[in-house]
Nanobody
Framework: QVQLVESGGGLVQPGGSLRLSCAAS????????MGWYRQAPGKQRELVAA?????NTNYADSVKGRFTISRDKNTVYLQMNSLKPEDTAVYYC??????????????WGQGTLVTVSS
């Protein structure tokens, strides 16, 4: 079985920074990609940033230049700088991997709330 454990959300003032992390553990053979999505109240879940096994990254236009995704083995990070109130959302980690007995899976973390407010 594979588990994703997220951490790092919280309340921050506009212009502030937060760092999210998501650690994947279990019988993982390989990870294709890891990423972060977010869902604000009343809105659909959207991609924030993703990173492939080869290190290629992809960002939503709204966060380019402010957010940075990185990965260390089976942990993915999202460094969020210059936060804006519109960044307020529940952030979800997403992992595409090959795991024992199941093969290809796409997993979601439990979500961590980021609130940007003065």
């Amino acid at each position: 079985q594979v588990q994703l454990v997220e951490s790092g959300g919280g309340l921050v003032q506009p212009g502030g920074s937060l760092r999210l992390s998501c650690a994947a553990s279990g019988n993982i053979f390989s990870i294709y990609a890891m990423g972060w999505y977010r869902q604000a109240p009343g809105k659909q879940r959207e991609l924030v940033a993703a990173i492939t096994s080869g290190g290629n990254t992809n960002y939503a236009d709204s966060v380019k230049g402010r957010f940075t995704i990185s990965r260390d083995k089976n942990t993915v990070y999202l460094q969020m700088n210059s936060l804006k109130p519109e960044d307020t959302a529940v952030y979800y980690c997403n992992v595409e991997a090959v795991v024992a007995t199941t093969g290809y899976v796409r997993l979601w973390g439990q979500g961590t709330l980021v609130t940007v407010s003065s």
